[in-house]
């Protein structure tokens, strides 16, 4: 099978799988705790993907720089820096420590 009807077929089940909840629930309202959920999903994504790419190694707990740059992207935040500034300054600091070590 060729690659790109691979990445063709990815493509629509990935499309399909995003359009299945809009179409099945439509303008239905959750009930609260399963919106509770809903609501939660993103975050808790977001965060754990952080993890795994800032302290993710070969099957072990690697701590280098990335850790110093999510550090100062985390004091951006809670500066209320608008996110692009806080991964610019997670990059710059990341960048610099490498430049350093």
Known sequence: M???IVVAIVGLATIAFKAAG???IGQKTLPPHVQSVVDLLAPVMLIA???TQTF???EEITVDARVLGVGAAVVAI???AHVIV???VAA???AGVRLIA
């Open 56 to 58: 993710g190694g070969d």
């Open 49 to 51: 993907l952080v993890a």
């Open 92 to 94: 710059a600091v990341t």
């Open 22 to 24: 809009p179409v099945l």
């Open 86 to 88: 806080a991964m610019a």
């Open 78 to 80: 809670a500066l209320r």
């Open 2 to 4: 060729s690659g790109w």
